[in-house]
């Protein structure tokens, strides 16, 4: 079993579909801050933080994982270098997580994404495995410094690592169902090809008066099909002892013109572009020497010719011209409760806490809504809809007794949230504390944790599955609706919130 982490991402998913077809089981491990779950069908996906050490561990072990592959990372360059200490933490920290789950696992084999960007500016090209390493941006240097660490766990701990230099990973799948989906895109194809979709009125030239021979960047591309060719022979190669680093490029350069041109071709459309200034960090030129690669892993890319990787990328653009998200079915409101459905569930709640020989609070402010397992908070009445999920009112009851919310609501499952009456506010959490991204009406929000959502009546919001690791209504605010619940197996749900331990009671009637 191949565990691939970041599996729902841009290579990621290309990587898990060539699992797939080559009948080797795998599983992805994604917590869909970036990636798209529409990119994994046939895959099995745990949907998880780097960060959760434990879970990772569970992953590995239950599914006995022989290898990993670890793509799972922040990869914008701008990003890093406004919030340096965020990359750090989820490129370095992440993995150094996922490392000890490997280690308590005795999981040996990984093969690790990094990047042409460990290079910095090369004083040499095409650029050698061994050339001095001088990231010019934060995200580089995460990778250099998870490269950095992998080594080191390779000497310590007998980790085998073959670590992989992307160039400029382009293309989209041959068969135009997966392809390239950032938001925001600050990828050269996507952008020009946007352009020529219409989404942009013209591509920006990010400096012409580079060292090179028409002055714009000289980038090496490659397509993205290949790349998760070589994460297979390098999966391959590791069983044979091989370790080390290797780049992924064609040794070619095109430069930001050539791209561009090449587009205009392929697409036909004439592509508006203006002269800007340069990007910081930029390099005039990285290419790879890709000698190392097909020695030593066999390695042969088959689709990296520029018209052929453009053409592919054009496929999917056309197809998917607003990514994943559109392929979303939207989901219309459902009706708002009437007034009678409201009553009627308060009688059925009332009934159920007469017949465990409680008594209600003498004005319950009700709040209707389904967790899946009563969520409960002070005053409050978390109802489930109690008169089809009769197991539920137990948990209720226990709820009740706290007249507090100590619950967190675990999921790793899909469920939608409606708020079928009044105001329903809602906070969550991604597992490590982060935001998470939900649905909302088709389109995907981020939403932070001390930031309650808030949905008005009819609206729906579907959790994205495993995204949000927990959620509780929101105190002040929360007021009704329903969960509409796929997941069938309620103990699933844990109690691990800190303020538990003030309400013993309730932790052992809900164990
Ligand atoms: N680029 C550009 N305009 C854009 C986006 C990118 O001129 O709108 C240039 C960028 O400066 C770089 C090259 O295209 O020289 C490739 O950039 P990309 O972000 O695709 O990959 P990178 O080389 O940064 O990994």
Redesign the pocket.
């Known amino acids: 079993m191949i565990l691939v982490t970041g599996g729902a991402g841009y290579i990621g998913s290309h990587m898990c579909r060539l699992l797939r077809e080559r009948g080797l089981p795998h599983i992805a491990y994604d917590n869909l801050s970036k990636g798209h779950v529409e990119s994994l069908p046939g895959t099995p996906l745990v949907c998880g933080d780097l960060h959760d050490t434990d879970l990772l561990t569970d992953v590995l072990l239950a599914h006995q994982v022989r290898a990993v592959v670890h793509f799972a990372a922040s990869i914008e ?1 701008g990003e890093s270098v406004a919030d340096p200490l965020a990359y750090a933490q989820n490129n370095i920290g992440g993995t150094i997580s996922l490392l000890q789950a490997m280690r308590r696992a005795e999981v040996r084999d990984l093969v690790f994404s990094s990047t042409a ?1 460990v290079y910095g500016n090369p004083d040499t090209t095409p650029i050698p495995e061994d050339h001095p390493k001088r990231p010019s941006s934060p995200y580089g240097f995460t990778k250099h410094a998870v490269e950095t660490l992998i080594e080191s766990s390779e000497a310590a701990y007998g980790l085998r690592a073959i670590r992989l230099r992307y160039f ?1 990973a382009s293309g989209a799948s041959p068969e135009g169902d997966l392809g390239e989906a950032h938001n925001p895109e ?4 996507p ?1 020009v090809l946007q352009a020529a979709l219409g989404q942009r009125e013209s ?5 012409s008066d580079y060292p090179t021979p028409d002055g ?2 000289v ?1 090496d591309y490659v397509h993205v099909a290949d790349l998760a060719e070589a994460h297979l022979l390098a999966l391959d190669a590791l069983t044979r002892g091989v370790t080390g680093a290797f780049n992924l490029g064609t040794g070619t350069g095109y430069s ?1 013109r050539e791209v561009i041109e090449t587009c205009r071709q392929v697409t036909g459309h004439p592509i508006p572009c203006r002269e800007a200034a340069r ?1 910081p960090g ?1 390099p005039a030129t ?1 290419v790879a020497s890709d000698t190392r690669a097909r020695e030593i892993l066999g390695w042969i890319p088959t689709r990296s010719d520029l018209e052929q990787l453009v053409a592919d990328a054009w496929r999917w653009h056309q197809a998917h011209p607003m990514g994943y998200v559109a392929q979303e079915p939207v989901e219309a409101p459902g009706p708002a409760m009437r007034r009678s459905e409201i009553n009627a569930l308060k009688r059925s709640a009332a009934a159920c806490f007469e017949a465990h020989g409680w008594t209600l609070p003498p004005d319950p402010k009700w709040d209707v809504t389904d967790f899946g397992l009563g969520d409960w908070r002070r005053e409050g009445l978390v109802l489930v809809n109690l008169a089809e999920e009769p197991e539920y009112c137990e948990k209720l009851m226990y709820a009740q007794r706290g007249m507090v919310t100590p619950a967190h609501h675990h999921r790793r499952k899909k469920e939608d949230i409606v708020c079928r009456w009044g105001r329903l506010a809602i906070r969550c959490h991604a597992a490590g504390g982060g935001a998470v991204a939900l649905r909302r009406n088709g389109s995907q929000t981020v939403v932070e944790p001390d930031q309650p959502f808030v949905l008005e009546a009819g609206e729906r919001v579907t959790l994205v599955p495993g995204v949000v690791h927990a959620f509780w209504p929101e105190s002040d605010e929360c007021i009704i609706g329903e969960v509409s619940t796929q997941n069938d197996d309620v103990n699933d749900n844990v109690f691990e919130d800190p303020r538990i331990g003030r309400f013993p009671g309730i932790l052992e009637d809900v164990v």
């Not at 600050?186 to 194809?189: A, Q, R, S």
């Not at 591509?203 to 400096?207: L, R």
């Open positions: 360059v960007a400029n600050t990828h050269l194809i952008i591509v920006a030239i990010f400096g714009t960047c980038r930001v990007r930029d990285l």
